[in-house]
């Protein structure tokens, strides 16, 4: 089975553009989650998706929104970039929908410059 | 406020030795607790898990410990080895499920 796949890998962007980011969980899972991931801050968590609704939000500025597809697919998408959402983003997949064991994709290396 | 925090940012070991990742949390709603793995370029992977009515759960070469009193976790790593090196993060999960809190993030060496 395929794991959890982001696309893209990498990303270059400049401050004030927008980017949206695509993660393709594991077949059958349906809970997806979106982390955000700096050396400075660790991994915090953005928010989780469970067929096609938001579940939770964690403490970032509007400019950080989500959505989930039919399918289960999700995109993430970051409007007004700044230098500081330079990161790792990334997706994990759960098939339980209270998600605890989650499945982790290898994320897109955002850089704003 | 909530946190998960690790005591220690490196650890390097002897391979063959036994190595030991502390964590400790804060929250005491939170009823199950997970290790990662992350290695170099790549997002992090499921190691083992407990939930809070336990204070005990082993795997392969790994065992989980949780101390509730204290708030404490730990990961023993049995027989590491070279392939073990990486950054290992434990994390929380809130009452309902669906927020994972994640530690800081421990950076285990192996050497040869």
């Known amino acids: 089975k395929a794991g959890v796949t982001q696309t893209p890998r990498y990303l270059i962007k400049t401050r004030g553009q927008q980017v949206t980011l695509s993660c393709s969980p594991i077949s059958g899972h349906r809970s997806v989650s979106w982390y955000q991931q700096t050396p400075g801050q660790g991994l915090q968590f953005l928010f989780e998706y469970f067929s096609e609704t938001q579940r939770n939000k964690g403490n970032f500025p509007g400019r950080f929104s989500g959505r989930q597809f039919s399918n289960s697919r999700s995109e993430m998408n970051v409007s007004t970039l700044e230098l500081g959402d330079s990161a790792l983003y990334l997706c994990a997949s759960s098939l339980e929908q209270i998600a605890y064991e989650q499945y982790f994709g290898p994320g897109t290396r955002l850089t704003v410059t | 406020g909530e946190s998960v925090g690790l005591h220690l940012p490196t650890l390097s070991v002897q391979e063959g030795d036994n190595s030991i990742i502390n964590c400790a949390y804060s929250?005491?709603?939170?009823?199950?607790f997970i290790w990662y793995k992350q290695e170099s370029g790549k997002g992090p992977q499921f190691i083992i898990d407990i939930r809070s009515n336990m204070d005990k759960r082993q795997g392969q070469r790994v065992t989980v410990l949780l101390n509730k009193t204290v708030k404490h976790l730990s990961l023993q790593i049995a027989a590491t080895q070279p392939g073990d090196s990486a950054v290992y993060f434990c994390?929380?999960?809130?009452?309902?499920?669906?927020?994972?809190?994640f530690g800081a993030g421990t950076r285990l060496f192996v050497k040869a």
């Open positions: 994390a929380e999960k809130e009452t309902g499920g669906f927020k994972t809190i």
């Open positions: 929250n005491s709603a939170s009823d199950y």
